[in-house]
């Protein structure tokens, strides 16, 4: 009776924040089949050949079915105690304990190098914008057009980034998304008055400050609830082998 009921307090614990990561699967594969099939969504708009779209979609259908297939299979191992499918389980949530743990520390130490690669991309980014010989990075200059129409800003220090784009008809040209139009045109010709005059550098930092506590603290929790997965699944895996022998 004792071994019956340690193993139903493991499965209910470990059933608990399986379920857990598996709604968190199905919400990004939600919201990824929303953005692409939600023809009145923001990015819609912004771009009408959804580029963007299928980015996203792509990152977060893959994400959130790799993470539904792991829950899967760890339900399957915990209901059934089948002890092979329980270590693969844990080597899994392990690896993807280790990734997030190396992403992070990876950030947070590398941080001025991601910031000046960020810095030198944008450039790039915003020289070539628009340049009917470089059709591949449509999809780049869509992320930028989402950027600065979401943050309303114009730029990476401020509207007169915008100087060093050649591929204007005219040098007082900005890209539409740093305006209050909605033509879907790469370049548009608005009043000062209509554009936006801050950098996405500075919106960013604001945003990311205001947020940072958010963020360490989720990125915190997900890794608690693996390590706090794993340990569970490691004991219950023991758990299961030991009750096989005591049975024998």
Not at 214 to 233: C, H, K, P, R, Y
Request: charged share 20%; with cysteine.
């Amino acid at each position: 009776m004792l071994r019956k009921n340690e193993t139903l307090i493991f499965k209910y614990f470990l059933n608990l924040i399986n379920g857990a990561f598996l709604v968190l699967g199905l919400l990004l594969m939600v919201f990824g089949a929303w953005l692409l099939l939600d023809r009145n969504s923001f990015f819609t708009l912004l771009d009408e050949n959804s580029h963007l779209e299928v980015y996203i979609f792509r990152i977060l259908m893959g994400t959130g079915s790799a993470t539904v297939l792991l829950c899967l299979l760890g339900y399957l191992g915990i209901h059934n105690e089948i002890r092979w499918l329980l270590i693969l389980y844990a080597v899994l949530l392990t690896w993807a304990f280790g990734v997030q743990v190396v992403l992070s520390a990876l950030i947070f130490t590398k941080k001025d190098e991601v910031r000046q690669m960020w810095h030198d991309e944008i450039d790039s980014v915003i020289i070539k914008y628009g340049s009917k010989d470089l059709p591949e990075d449509i999809p780049k200059w869509t992320i930028l057009n989402a950027l600065q129409k979401t943050l309303q800003c114009c730029g990476q220090k401020n509207y007169t980034d915008w100087i060093k784009n050649k591929n204007k008809e005219n040098s007082e040209q900005v890209p539409c998304s740093c305006t209050n139009s909605t033509l879907r045109n790469w370049f548009c010709d608005e009043p000062l008055n209509a554009t936006y005059l801050e950098g996405c550098e500075n919106k960013i930092n604001t945003w990311y400050h205001a947020n940072v506590l958010t963020l360490i603290g989720i990125n915190f929790g997900l890794l608690a609830s693996e390590v706090l997965q794993v340990s569970l699944t490691i004991s219950f895996f023991r758990h299961v082998k030991n009750r096989i022998y005591a049975e024998k």
